[in-house]
């Protein structure tokens, strides 16, 4: 019989100036092209404290997420935090589903959000109701 191989390792190349990157597009994401204009419609003048407001919420979170990624420099973090924390397999799990379903739901809004702003004046034109109706 031949010997098994040497496990492989990865050779850690994202340098931080790419991991900085790679953060802001997921923070940030495809849908603040369509989402600024149905958030800003809706908070009407008071649209820069609404993102103001959220910038302060979402700096706890990635404030979270820099002290996690340096206290456990592994991948699927979350996880292995919480496996870490609580020694329990199951609930490990559970943080990676929710971390794949978050992702799912995050990729269908921008998609609708998408799909409406390209849609919405199309309809309006052939008179099946007004753009306003389709982006809500």
Known sequence: MSEPAPPQKLQRSLTLLLAVLYGLGVTIGAGIYVLVGIAAGRSGMHAPLAFIF?????????????????????????????????????????MGLLVVLTATISAATISVAHITALLSERIARIGVGSSEDWSR
């Open 54 to 94: 959220a910038a302060i919420v979402m700096s706890f979170s990635a404030a979270s997420f820099a002290e996690l990624g340096t206290r456990m420099p592994v991948s699927a973090s979350e996880a292995a935090y919480v496996q870490k924390a609580f020694n329990q397999p199951w609930l490990s799990l559970t």
